[in-house]
């Protein structure tokens, strides 16, 4: 399952026009899906630890997207009379700028390149028949404009628009927070105002209306000015989104306590309804009524987020989640052939609507977290915890310039005790016979000791392209075979 992409060199929009078409003021708004795009990217990283090229190619591509104008363009319609304007990140649209800072330091994380921190980036207003600006910042300075934000607010929310603050999107930055702090080995503490968010949440952010509380955790609309919540205003869409990034900057004791008691509210939910076509097998979630529809929060959306908040709380109930999966897979899995050549490369959730992308990445970030269990409880909250660049300075090779997605990574582990790289290749085109890749190491640490593709040592050619770098090419004996699993041994 993928969402396509093109390189950062050639940004093209094809099979978005649904998203950047639209005013981006909903959410069926770009910025989710990319930036939800760029999360998943990450878990594919975390999936194969040895191969994280694909993962760092398309979080470059959405951080790249997302500092196109089309994508954050809206702010002339909330902040035009703002002093700051066109700055669109300085002042409130935490929906965006938490949104891009978690891109950020994601990217940094997996790929140990510094640069959009180094050098910078620009943001450019060239919108209509406005003098054209730029305003550069950097990773830091991001940091600061929404840190700074959070300190002088009470409760540390910072708004959606204008004095709107919105539960659904102060995870995000709050995540940002504490990668930015990790990958800096602690030398900063952006992350110590997220205690200050935390306490709000516990203390105010729960529902409490009681016709509502059997099938609501969280309120969702907070008003600055007159600090209150909006009353009726949630939806099971709103629990899941929330609940979902939660437990990544949470502490760890208190993700039980707090987090999995929201998601027994959803597993519970009186708004679980079975597939509306009675033959085919599935049940979603539905939005909750007339907020849920009012604010988009869809069956599509809200059944999305589901199996990846049960997946953080739970080991053994698996109904609702089961069946969640045969509800898209029955209603919405379609098989994509990008390049019309009769061989399927994507699977995708078509929904006709705006969500297809977004669904699609959350779904298949709930699968690349596993069965449910503790590996899977602790999936996400592992990707925000670690410095991943680090293992490839302490020695781990790499696997590099496979021809995905020709032909994709399915495992790429290695093992330090052993010193073993293990790695599996598969291609659905019985039409490719042949194929290569390359192994980055550390030649002053590590030595090829032995090479076996599916367990024999033939069938394959090597050759040294450098001290620390091999290429690998392959030809499959049988075009119905198209799976193949190598095993690098090193001393």
């Not at 075979?481 to 001393?491: C, G, P, R, V, W």
């Amino acid at each position: 399952m993928q969402t396509t992409t093109t390189t950062t060199t050639n940004i093209t929009w094809n099979g978005w026009e649904k998203n950047y078409d639209g005013p981006q003021l909903d959410l069926g708004s770009i910025r989710y899906t990319l930036a939800h795009i760029g999360y998943t990217a990450a878990a594919l990283a975390y999936r194969t630890p040895n191969y994280r090229e694909l993962a760092i190619k398309i979080l470059k591509d959405s951080i790249e997207r997302m500092l196109n104008i089309k994508v954050w363009g809206y702010i002339d319609h909330y902040w035009k009379n703002v002093h700051t304007f066109p700055d669109p990140v300085c002042h409130e649209n935490i929906m965006y700028s938490g949104h891009l800072l978690q891109l950020l330091t994601l990217y940094e994380s997996l790929s140990g390149d510094f640069t959009y921190d180094i050098d910078g980036f620009d943001f450019i207003w060239d919108k209509d028949n406005d003098r054209i600006t730029k305003i550069h910042y950097n990773t830091t300075k991001l940091a600061y404009a929404i840190y700074y934000q959070m300190n002088e607010e009470s409760s540390a929310g910072v708004s959606c628009e204008p004095e709107w603050v919105y539960t659904i999107c102060q995870n995000h930055p709050h995540i940002g927070f504490k990668l930015y702090d990790i990958v800096r080995n602690s030398k900063t503490n952006f992350s110590r105002i997220s205690s200050k968010w935390k306490n709000f949440l516990i203390k105010h952010a729960l529902e409490d209306i009681p016709m509502f509380k059997e099938d609501r955790y969280f309120k969702m609309l907070y008003y600055r000015p007159t600090h209150t919540w909006i009353p009726y205003f949630a939806a099971t869409g709103n629990d899941g989104w929330a609940l979902s990034w939660m437990s990544s900057w949470f502490d760890h004791n208190e993700t039980s306590n707090f987090i999995c008691d929201g998601w027994k509210i959803m597993y519970k939910n009186k708004y679980w309804k079975p597939s509306e076509n009675h033959t085919i097998p599935g049940c979603f979630l539905d939005s909750g009524g007339y907020i849920g529809d009012r604010m988009q929060f869809n069956k599509w959306l809200a059944t999305s987020f589901y199996p990846i908040v049960e997946k953080q709380c739970s080991i053994e109930v698996t109904e609702k989640l089961n069946c969640a999966y045969l509800w898209f897979d029955n209603n919405f899995g379609t098989f994509l052939d990008t390049d019309n050549d009769g061989y399927f490369e994507s699977y995708y959730y078509e929904t006709n609507t705006m969500f297809s992308n977004w669904v699609t990445t959350n779904v298949l970030l709930s699968l690349l977290m596993g069965e449910n269990g503790y590996n899977a409880k602790e999936f996400l909250r592992n990707i925000y915890n670690t410095k991943f660049y680090q293992k490839f300075l302490d020695h781990d090779p790499e696997v590099l310039a496979v021809e995905y997605p020709l032909v994709r990574v399915s495992r790429a582990q290695y093992d330090s005790n052993s010193k073993q790289l293990l790695i599996n290749f598969n291609t659905e085109k019985s039409m490719i016979l042949s194929t290569k890749f390359e192994i980055k190491y550390p030649n002053l640490i590590l030595n090829i000791s032995n090479i076996t593709r599916d367990g024999f040592d033939s069938g394959f050619t090597m050759n040294q392209i450098s001290n620390d770098r091999i290429s690998i090419e392959y030809s499959y004996s049988s075009m119905d075979k198209q799976e193949t699993e190598f095993n690098i041994l090193f001393y």
